[in-house]
């Protein structure tokens, strides 16, 4: 007796048993037993995990498991979207562990950025409440007017986390240096826009890089 599994069809080697014979022929008799566990998990998905129930429950496993992608996109922004990991010019360990250990403090950042930046972009806020971590996902009324006018609730234009970051890049510094050796740093007059987003991100415009003055007044 002998499971047909050595040819590599998983499957059938779980619903039929071979029995081969001394005249080189075989016979094979179909596993109802397995046929009928198989059958049990028809358009089930099986999520195991080492983890003992007292620690994670059969909700919180699947909603960890949900939260896989939230952690998928993270490096999907990481290695392309928003932070371009690669390519790297380091040919030393040291260098290479300092490169992915700053882009990850940038995709930290880039996390609190978006958690602040949501009321301007296409996030949903209101996310509603569900207690069936099986049941999809749903979204708040206010989203679904998101999506569905591109605006947001003030009546503005809804962007994407690019979008916004190509339009603070229009916010310039200028330094002006005159003959006598002065020097004068002066900002560019910030678009509504801009300043809400220093607003929600809880910053000042800056004037200066790594100094302490802040926006001047215009």
């Known amino acids: ?61 699947i909603e960890a498991y949900k939260g896989l992608s939230v952690v998928e996109r993270n490096f999907r922004n990481l290695k392309a979207i928003d932070l371009d990991l690669r390519p790297i010019y380091h040919y030393s360990e040291n260098r290479v562990r300092a490169h992915v250990f700053l882009s990850m403090l940038a995709l930290y950042v880039t996390w609190h950025m978006r958690e602040a930046l949501a009321p301007l972009m296409f996030a949903d806020e209101e996310i509603p409440e569900h207690h069936d971590p099986v049941a999809p996902a749903l979204r708040s009324r206010a989203a679904e007017l998101k999506d569905a006018t591109k605006r947001g609730a003030d009546g503005e ?20 240096e005159f003959t006598q050796g002065v020097i004068i740093e002066q900002l560019s007059v910030p678009t509504p826009l801009q300043r809400q987003v220093f607003e929600l991100i809880g910053s000042p415009i800056p004037i200066t890089i790594g100094g302490k003055s802040t926006e001047q007044k215009h």
């Open 1 to 61: 007796m002998a499971h047909f599994s050595e040819n590599g069809w998983q499957t059938s080697a779980r619903i039929r048993t071979l029995e081969f014979d001394d005249d080189e022929s075989f016979t094979f008799v179909r596993d109802t037993n397995s046929i009928e566990t198989e059958a049990a998990l028809d358009g089930i998905y099986v999520i195991r995990t080492s983890v003992s129930q007292e620690e994670l429950d059969d909700a919180k496993a």
């Open 157 to 176: 234009p809804i962007h994407s986390f690019g979008t916004l970051l190509a339009h603070l890049g229009t916010l310039t510094r200028n330094t002006v």
